[in-house]
């Protein structure tokens, strides 16, 4: 695989995503969240603070979500269905140089985006900071703008790049919309896979239990990835557990890329 | 000399079918070279196999048996892919990239430099009329102008061997005329052009062979002349001022003539008159020559002709 290709056309689909009028809508809502978080925290009695930090967390979370899939899924699903991959793949490029590129150019948009978003989230956190008498600040756990909270942003962005990894893999081989609905559905499962690994305390020693734990291994943990709780209470986030999660989030993120290069290699473009 | 293309009993097979897929032949046993410096039209109708021939050369898809191969190496050879172009049936790029930053990111891709890129990138989209369009995004282009790109597009890395699927598709009469002019350059620069279409007139002007192919078989390939049936047929001459009792003696020898406009006829001969004699001696009733022409056997002809055969020997098969 060469470098040089896989910038390329890691950098052309961040040009056309980066354009997508979806991603504006998307990103500006977002925005907008994150803005209207600080009126919402006016409206409570000394969480404030703790509003603003979840809400703008939450609102990354989701809007970054939508874009990681409805991008992710738009801008590969389309080059097959438009067949704008017959031109590209006549030239002098590999199947996989083309998946691994998309994949390079998704995680790309999705880190500029998240990038606006917090830096935006940063301003109303220190607006608040700096327009709160020190009487009020006091009271809080930890600064507005808590550096520490970059640790859930830089994990979120972890797991949104398993997000991209999957939606790439469902559309190397579902239509759009089933690749959208395999995502979401693994997204949401996975933020319960825990509970399946406990699930032999209900069905006792049957071989549904065996599946659950199949499935507890099988299924990305989504759940990982989410410290939100931790980081707006003021609690340290471990370098041991960042380490970890970011580990688990690269290999599961490469095994579905493997197996998007794997599919698409072999796929016939009807 | 090695062929610029070579083709061994290309056969595709696609699955149809939801519940219990059944194998559909969309190609069978394909066999044909083209040599360098040709322009070979691969014609047939819609559904005849000819943009799964373009797309088992270009790798799209894969073949359930034979092999192809282009400029003596296989079809999936990246090497090979540096030295060819390819234009797709109704090409369609990114909506939200200009057509010079869709040039420039291709070109990047042959592994030129970044003032490569965009020297190719500007010559072709001047020579393909879009000069002024260029930093216009590709979702705001008519289909022609697509079209146009299409072609830019194929031609970014001085292409040995050019693939045209249906060039003309999408484009005006104007447009048509440019693309032609174009297939010309190339031919006399020594470029090889594969070009599939089903609109004969372009491949009887341009093609040095064609190859005609219905219901997913060769039917038949060849040069115009070479091919069964392509000969001279009869002849046409033009006269005027032809006087009425030669025209009532004419049509008792039964020599058809069409009135055409002012005053001048048209006389259809068999291929065995002799077309002097009849000249020499309309010209001593008073009339005057205007033309003659040998009539052929039409592209057009031959192609119907072939098609109904192969869809008879197809029907007979099964």
Not at chain 1, 80 to 94: D, G, H, M, Q, W
Not at chain 1, 230 to 246: F, W
Not at chain 2, 30 to 43: A, H, R, S
Not at chain 2, 233 to 245: H, I, K, L, N, Q
Request: proline share 4%; charged share 20%; net charge positive.
């Amino acid at each position: 695989m060469s470098p040089k290709s896989l910038g390329r056309i890691a950098l052309a689909v961040f040009r056309e995503s980066v354009r997508e009028r979806v991603l504006y809508n998307l990103v500006g809502f977002a925005l907008l969240v994150i803005g209207a978080s600080y009126l919402i925290g006016q409206m409570t009695a000394g969480q404030d603070v703790k509003i603003i930090k979840d809400l703008g967390l939450s609102a990354m979370a989701i809007f970054g979500l939508f874009i990681a899939i409805f991008i992710g899924i738009g801008l590969v699903s389309k080059e097959i269905e438009r067949r704008s991959i017959y031109s590209l793949l006549a030239k002098p490029v590999r199947r996989s140089e083309l998946v691994v590129g998309k994949f390079l150019g998704l995680a790309l948009t999705v880190a500029i985006n998240l990038a606006v978003m917090t830096v935006v989230w940063y301003g109303v956190l220190a607006y608040m900071s700096w327009s709160e008498i020190d009487l009020v600040k006091k009271g809080w756990e930890a600064p507005a703008a808590d550096p520490r909270l970059l640790v859930a942003v830089y994990l979120l962005f972890v797991q949104l790049v398993l997000v991209i990894a999957l939606a790439l893999f469902f559309s190397t081989f579902a239509e759009p919309l089933w690749a959208t609905v395999f995502t979401f559905g693994l997204y949401v499962a996975g933020h319960f896979s825990a509970d399946l690994k406990h699930f032999d305390v209900i069905v006792g020693d049957s071989p549904v239990r065996y599946v659950t734990t199949g499935l507890y291994y099988l299924l990305p943990n989504m759940a990982t990835f989410d410290v939100k709780n931790a980081v707006v209470h003021a609690q340290l986030v471990p370098y041991g557990y960042v380490l970890t999660a970011t580990a688990y989030g690269a290999f599961y993120s490469l095994a579905l890329v493997a197996a998007a290069v794997l599919i698409f290699s072999k796929k016939d473009f009807k | 000399m090695t062929p610029a293309i070579d083709v061994e009993d290309l056969t595709k097979d696609y699955k149809v079918g939801f519940w219990r897929p059944r194998p559909y032949r969309a190609l069978d046993r394909l066999t044909l070279q083209v040599q360098p410096g040709e322009v070979f039209g691969f014609l047939g109708p819609n559904g005849a196999g000819k943009t799964t021939t373009l797309k088992l050369l270009m790798q799209l898809v894969f073949p359930t048996a034979g092999r192809a191969s282009i400029l003596g190496r296989p079809v999936g050879d990246l090497g090979v892919r540096q030295r060819i172009g390819y234009l797709p049936e109704n090409p369609y790029f990114y909506d939200n990239l200009t057509a010079e930053e869709l040039l420039e990111y291709f070109a990047s891709l042959f592994g030129y430099s970044r003032s490569d890129c965009q020297a190719r990138a500007s010559r072709l989209l001047d020579e393909v009329g879009l000069g002024a369009e260029r930093r216009m995004q590709l979702r705001k282009y008519s289909k022609g102008m697509v079209q146009r790109v299409g072609i830019a597009q194929s031609l970014l890395n001085d292409p040995e061997v050019l693939f045209l699927d249906e060039p003309m598709s999408g484009l005006d009469p104007l447009g048509r005329r440019d693309i032609r002019e174009l297939i010309l350059r190339l031919r006399e620069r020594g470029t090889t052009i594969f070009f599939s279409s089903h609109i004969l007139s372009d491949a009887e002007t341009l093609c040095s062979r064609v190859a005609i192919v219905a219901g997913g078989r060769l039917a038949t390939v060849g040069t115009l002349r070479d091919m069964s049936g392509f000969e001279v047929r009869g002849w046409e001459v033009v006269m005027t001022g032809v006087a009425s009792t030669v025209l009532a003696t004419l049509a008792s020898r039964g020599v058809k003539a069409t009135t055409v406009a002012d005053g001048r006829y048209t006389f259809d001969l068999p291929k065995d008159a002799s077309a002097e004699a009849f000249v020499a001696e309309m010209h001593a009733g008073g009339a005057r020559l205007v033309s003659v022409a040998p009539v052929h056997t039409t592209l057009e002809e031959i192609f119907v002709q072939q098609v109904h055969k192969a869809g008879s020997a197809r029907e007979g098969a099964l």
